[in-house]
């Protein structure tokens, strides 16, 4: 017993201390990954509240439970902000996770064993557009026939003509999609949304446009704006360019409200992650206000980077294009190792960013395990009020670490140098702890 004990309180200790110790590395690393940012201390705030241990289940002013007087009313702002936002006539907050918003819209738009087309991995897509055979949540979850969208490599886009006759193609074998899935886990530049509405309504098909990655960027009126470009049904996180907590969100229309609603709750929640709720109404608060600004900088900050590392001889691909329209750029590394490897040498160095599959990586015969590429994102950089000079700085950085092997503790140095005037959380209302304090109320 008194072993137990001493056990539960060494691993308790040990929780503490990695935590901390995360926060420590975080105060000094350059935060590269495209999926992630840091929210203001506002929102952290939210997330310690007492509204992540109540229940609300139901739609606002309807609930079932009892206590829910304050949580209605924070919920119904994030709504009314939420239509603002993103052109939206109807808004539910209740997803836990942007995968969980994307089964919801599965679930609401199509059956099993009905059709949808989507991106591949290779060429963007997210693992919950994906195929039955790789564990995708439309395919082996909501076990929908997933086909996936000939693509441009050379636009890195969709192709549209090509998508067209797939689809006459399938539709002459008594196959007609449900759902056209678009947006993108790499995502350089907006999708074609008016032409595949307009291809989805001679099917009479649903538009899902799965905006994770860029939902901080629509906020801000810098990238496309999906349901004024017709889709019916958009679906984000609220932690990656929108910088709030870790949770989901769907946009759409009235007419959809009630078989949306419906499939949210009861069927894929029961409590909704409450104090998350009280974090995204922060967070749209703060992009009604701060967003036109800060995702302009985002966009900048990317293309200078890229510009940048592309001047220092690394493979940052697109050029042609401007390298990217949003926080992200697609680097090809294989002249210096593989993806796996890269993304070791710079996290050697406090510079975290992921590998990620290029699209031609299948036919050169690699995998997501040693990828060609890496993917990095500017969003969380731009937080922090780095612009283009640190840009720069940050090519240099990351070339004496990619092409010429600097020693990782020197670089890791000049990280931390580089970081030290970037503390604090910006585009926000309210930000007397820095970005990452490690806030104690035990
Ligand atoms: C990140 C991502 C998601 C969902 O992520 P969650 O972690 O569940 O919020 C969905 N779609 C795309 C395209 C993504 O990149």
Redesign the pocket.
Known sequence: MAKNELNAREAFNKILSSMEAHHEVMKNALPMIA?ENVPSPVVREALASDFGNRYAEGWVGERVYAGCRYLDEVEAIAIELGKKLFHAEFIDVRPV????A?LAAFSAFANPGDLVLSCTIPTG??I??AKKTLGGTAGAIRDLDVQNYPFDEENFNIDVDKTISLVKELDSKGKKPKIFIL???V?LFPHPVKEIVELAKTYDSKVLY?G??VAGLIAGGIFQDPLGEGADIF?M?T??TLAGP???TIASWSKYSESIKRVVFPGLSSNHHLHAVAGVAIAFAEALEFYHEYARNIVTNSKTLGQALYERGINVLYEKKGFTDSHMLLIDVTKYGNGFEIEKKLEKCNIIVNRNLLPYDKRMGRDYRAPGGIRIGTQELTRLGMGKSEMVEIADLMKSVIIDDSDPEKIRSKVAELRKNFQKVKYCFSSIHDAYDYIKIR
């Open positions: 999926s996770s942007g995968v969980f994307n897509g997210h919950s557009h947006g993108a886990s995502f799965d994770a990655h679906t996180s932690h990656k870790q949770h989901g």
